[in-house]
């Protein structure tokens, strides 16, 4: 099993930039596929960015595309998202997962992952 904890949400202009952080302690980190989605009041979980176990491939929800950048380091058990040109439409609570068992390149589908975070909050002001 794994434990996710993010960190680094806040408040923020539009334009501005946050990046956010999820540590995982347990099983061997390398092991998972991580991903970032997103939820704001009276929305669906929503799919915003996903990485392989390497770190090599990586992919994004079209709302964030070119905007957003995962990453991660497994040597530090920790996954990223930079995020730059933060909309106010960006404003949700932020939340990693993780799954051992998915194929090598993740998924889009909340659904498929294991295990979460407790969530960060981004506020985007306008």
């Known amino acids: 099993q794994v434990q996710l904890v993010e960190s680094g949400g806040g408040l923020v202009q539009a334009g501005g930039s946050l990046r956010l952080s999820c540590a995982a302690s347990?099983?061997?980190?390398?092991?998972?596929?991580m991903g970032w989605f997103r939820q704001s009041p009276g929305k669906e979980r929503e799919f915003v960015a996903a990485i392989n176990r390497s770190g090599v491939i990586t992919y994004y929800g079209d709302s964030v595309k070119g905007r957003f950048t995962i990453s991660r380091d497994n040597a530090k058990n920790t996954v990223y998202l930079q995020m730059n040109s933060l909309k106010p439409e960006d404003t949700a609570i932020y939340y990693c997962a993780a799954d051992p068992n998915m194929g090598p390149y993740g998924s889009m589908k909340w659904y498929e992952y294991a295990y979460w975070g407790q969530g960060t909050q981004v506020t985007v002001s306008s």
């Open positions: 347990g099983r061997t980190f390398s092991s998972y596929v």
